[in-house]
């Protein structure tokens, strides 16, 4: 099993950065995939970005060229650097990782607000 925690939400202003931070423990060898993804009120969970351990990542079209994920697999971390923010970002963001994209464990979220 592996456990993950979040941590670097909060609430920014529109136009403004603010960087996530999701830590790996437990079996990080079973991971293959490690994502970011959202849910607004009201809305379905969504992907925002992933990123796997041969390297490839991919965004939503709603966050290409202001998000970007990372890893430091050293301390088994995953980031989402995001710039440019908007109010439409406003959401509770999970981290996942795992063999399969969506698959395996979850985070147990952290709240991005930004203001108009």
């Known amino acids: 099993q592996v456990q993950l925690v979040e941590s670097g939400g909060g609430l920014v202003q529109a136009g403004g950065s603010l960087r996530l931070s999701c830590a790996a423990s437990?079996?990080?060898?079973?991971?293959?995939?490690m994502a970011w993804y959202r849910q607004a009120p009201g809305k379905q969970r969504e992907l925002v970005a992933f990123?796997?351990?041969?390297?490839?990542?991919n965004y939503s079209d709603s966050v290409k060229g202001r998000f970007t994920i990372s890893r430091d697999n050293a301390k088994s971390t995953v980031y989402l650097q995001m710039n440019s923010l908007k109010p439409e970002d406003t959401a509770v963001y999970y981290c996942?990782?795992?063999?399969?994209?969506?698959?395996?464990?979850w985070g147990q979220g952290t709240q991005v607000t930004v203001s108009s």
């Open positions: 437990g079996r990080i060898g079973s991971i293959n995939f």
């Open positions: 996942n990782a795992g063999i399969f994209l969506g698959s395996g464990s």
């Open positions: 990123s796997s351990n041969s390297g490839i990542t």
